[in-house]
T-cell receptor, first 117, second 112 residues
Framework: GAVVSQHPSWVICKSGTSVKIECRSLDFQATTMFWYRQFPKQSLMLMATSNEGSKATYEQGVEKDKFLINHASLTLSTLTVTSAHPEDSSFYIC?????????????FGQGTRLTVV | GDSVTQMEGPVTLSEEAFLTINCTYTATGYPSLFWYVQYPGEGLQLLLKATKADDKGSNKGFEATYRKETTSFHLEKGSVQVSDSAVYFCALSRQAGTALIFGKGTTLSVSS
């Protein structure tokens, strides 16, 4: 199946710094990528939908100035957590769907464990 | 709005036991339904899917049947293994290009 690569798999940063997470579709074009956040023992919460060449669409309650999303090409989307604080510590997962109808599979990156100290 | 409800976990079973994880959904129209599995420290992997009523998805001994009349997509496996220990997520997709909507996940723990 198709592969979505997410990098880094884990990162520790100091409070107040920014962290960038990359999500790449390795063997297919993804016009749309999705960013999720997962709290311990909870489900995936959709943060935003990233469309190639346009601004991301953020879910209600997600600060767009804090979680900057860029989707510059059909194979790369980035999430930057700006001025990170300990409460931003979480597991972030990206997902990409192949072009096609709603029956197409969504492929997920392996996730990024962010710890802000 | 659309939603997915899964049975609360954790589910603890002995090896070779029968597994059922219940999943029901609320959605207009005819969504596609999915089961994803997440192993510790990893991302999600598609386990199986069904795209229309009465379809049965199956993979690695797991099965789920799309039941429109009961709006359900229960996951079953006849004989679980220790390696099946993971978190299982039921999800739906209603529109092309939109994000999946996930249930809260069910943790399965299988002991030998």
């Amino acid at each position: 199946g198709a592969v979505v690569s997410q990098h880094p798999s884990w990162v520790i940063c100091k409070s107040g710094t920014s962290v960038k997470i990359e999500c790449r579709s390795l063997d297919f074009q993804a016009t749309t990528m999705f960013w999720y956040r997962q709290f311990p023992k909870q489900s995936l919460m959709l943060m935003a939908t990233s469309n190639e060449g346009s601004k991301a669409t953020y879910e209600q309650g997600v600060e767009k100035d804090k979680f900057l999303i860029n989707h510059a090409s059909l194979t790369l989307s980035t999430l930057t957590v700006t001025s990170a604080h300990p409460e931003d510590s979480s597991f972030y997962i990206c997902s990409a769907r192949e072009r096609g109808g709603m029956n197409t599979e969504a492929f997920f990156g392996q996730g990024t464990r962010l710890t802000v100290v | 709005g659309d939603s997915v409800t899964q049975m609360e976990g954790p589910v603890t079973l002995s090896e070779e036991a029968f597994l059922t994880i219940n999943c029901t959904y609320t959605a207009t129209g005819y969504p596609s339904l999915f089961w994803y599995v997440q192993y510790p420290g990893e991302g999600l992997q598609l386990l199986l899917k069904a795209t229309k009523a009465d379809d049965k998805g199956s993979n690695k001994g797991f099965e789920a049947t799309y039941r429109k009349e009961t709006t359900s997509f229960h996951l079953e496996k006849g004989s679980v293994q220790v390696s099946d220990s993971a978190v299982y997520f039921c999800a739906l997709s209603r529109q092309a290009g939109t994000a999946l909507i996930f249930g809260k996940g069910t943790t399965l723990s299988v002991s030998s």
